[in-house]
């Protein structure tokens, strides 16, 4: 049987000491200059925790032999949930996008937006991410605001990350709107810290992302 293991959060969504590796990652991935370790009891891991993290001992729980092909059986590699996941759609031939965010366990969908006209994918993928975060952090939302939010876009994560949409979306009449929503979007970013954990959906291991919209 798998030795239990504790993990300390010094830099994190919530700094802590963590029984599960999935919460003690719900904490950190995501999270820039994250800052934890791994330790073999409770004891070490609170000791550990009480000093700063340059200071503390080196993890002391021992790496685990795993077959060479993961599977979701173990549970560290599962989605957490409750948590949201988004997604976008574009159609290439008429420049037609939409986003939603969905509920991960369920499918439930929680928000939806678009059409909207002339512009990316990408552009989507972003505009989901930022809605969520906004969503969650609004007055009256509080028990919302630690909620992770999956992403399967590695390019929209960066947007968020570096508070900035990168896009190369040709400027039209038709998407003025959008890029209006863009910059109010940026804007939000750079005004606004939150707690959401705002992580990569990992598609290898589980499939679509539930707020796919199925049209591959």
């Not at 759609?89 to 965010?101: D, I, L, P, Q, S």
């Not at 952090?137 to 508070?163: C, H, K, Q």
Request: charged fraction near 25%.
């Amino acid at each position: 049987m798998q030795k239990k293991k504790y993990y300390v959060v010094w830099r994190g969504v919530t700094p802590g000491v963590y029984e599960t590796w999935a919460e003690c990652r719900a904490q950190v991935e995501g999270f820039q200059g994250a800052q934890y370790r791994g330790y073999g009891d409770r004891d070490t891991a609170e000791k550990a925790f009480a000093l700063p993290y340059e200071s503390a001992p080196q993890s002391t729980t021992k790496p685990v032999k795993r077959a060479a092909r993961r599977t979701v059986k173990d549970a560290d590699d599962l989605p957490i949930t409750p948590s949201v996941a988004v997604d976008a759609a574009c159609n290439m031939r008429t420049g037609k996008m939409e986003y939603r965010g969905v509920d991960t366990a369920t499918g439930r969908v929680v928000f939806a937006r678009g059409p909207y006209a002339a512009t990316t994918n990408n552009v989507g993928e972003f505009l989901a991410l930022v809605f969520a975060i906004a969503l969650f952090n609004r007055p009256g939302n509080e028990a919302f605001a630690t909620m992770p939010i999956y992403s399967d876009s590695i390019t929209a994560l960066a947007w968020v990350r570096n508070r900035c949409a990168n896009t190369k979306m040709e400027s039209k009449p038709e998407n003025a709107a959008l890029r209006d929503q863009i910059a109010r979007a940026e804007g939000w970013l750079r005004q606004h810290t939150w707690k959401n954990p705002v992580l990569k959906w990992r598609t290898e291991l589980w499939g679509e992302i539930p707020a796919d919209y199925g049209r591959k």
